[in-house]
Structures are given as C-alpha cells and as structure tokens.
C-alpha cells in the first residue's frame, strides 16, 4: 500500500499558473492510476483529472479542466503533477491526490488519499 502527500497549493491571480504535486511512498506508484480531485466550500468533492498506470499512461480530464490543465507523472521520483493555467476563481479549492488500482470519476471508489492543498485564485 503506498501513501501520499500533496503539495504545492497557494494563492495566485486569476490568469495565472501553478502547480501541484503529490509525492506517493511505500512503493512504487507506477501500477497504480492516479488522480486529482478538488472539493471548494460548500461543494462536494469533484473530479478533476486522472491518469492511468505507466504501461498504458491514458489521461482523463473534467471539461472545466480541459485545455487548461495537465497531469502528468515524475517516475523517477514517485510524483504525480497537475499544471494549472490561466487560473479562474471558480478554481478556488482543497486540491486531493488520490490513487488506486482502478480508475474512475467517482471520488468514492478510491481508496488512497492525500492530505490536500489549498489553492486560492483572486485578484
């Protein structure tokens, strides 16, 4: 069983960029998909992006998030990423890794989680 830690969460203006990161331990996170997942204030828990194990690596995005954001992952350092650009307010939110052995838009069926980190985007 791995676990994860996210990362890299912060406050940026609307039109800009960041990066969060999501660091997996206990073993490699290679066979396992991985996804985000972001939850804002009064919202419930919502898809945001996912890819497959290395062998097939098939990325899977929510519409808001598509054209704007990638995911993408870091073998070599057990790490998984999503690069946000041009940031909207409406992106304000916890922002989750998750994992698993299968892959789906349904936060429920996930099994390992991250701690999360908050992403504030205002001007």
């Known amino acids: 069983q791995i676990h994860l830690v996210d990362s890299g969460g912060g406050w940026a203006q609307p039109g800009a960029s960041l990066k969060v990161s999501c660091e997996a331990s206990?073993?490699?996170?290679?066979?396992?998909?991985m996804g985000w997942f972001r939850q804002a204030p009064g919202k419930e828990r919502e898809f945001v992006a996912a890819?497959?194990?290395?062998?097939?690596?098939?990325?899977f995005y929510a519409d808001f998030a598509k054209g704007r954001f990638t995911m993408f992952r870091d073998h070599a350092n057990n790490r998984a990423h999503l690069q946000m650009n041009n940031l909207k307010a409406e992106d304000t939110a916890t922002y989750i890794c998750?994992?698993?052995?299968?892959?789906?838009?349904?936060?429920?069926?996930?099994?390992?989680w991250g701690q999360g980190t908050q992403v504030i985007v205002s001007s």
């Open positions: 206990g073993g490699p996170s290679t066979r396992y998909a």
């Open positions: 998750a994992a698993d052995l299968n892959l789906t838009y349904d936060w429920t069926t996930w099994h390992v």
């Open positions: 890819i497959t194990w290395a062998t097939h690596n098939i990325s």
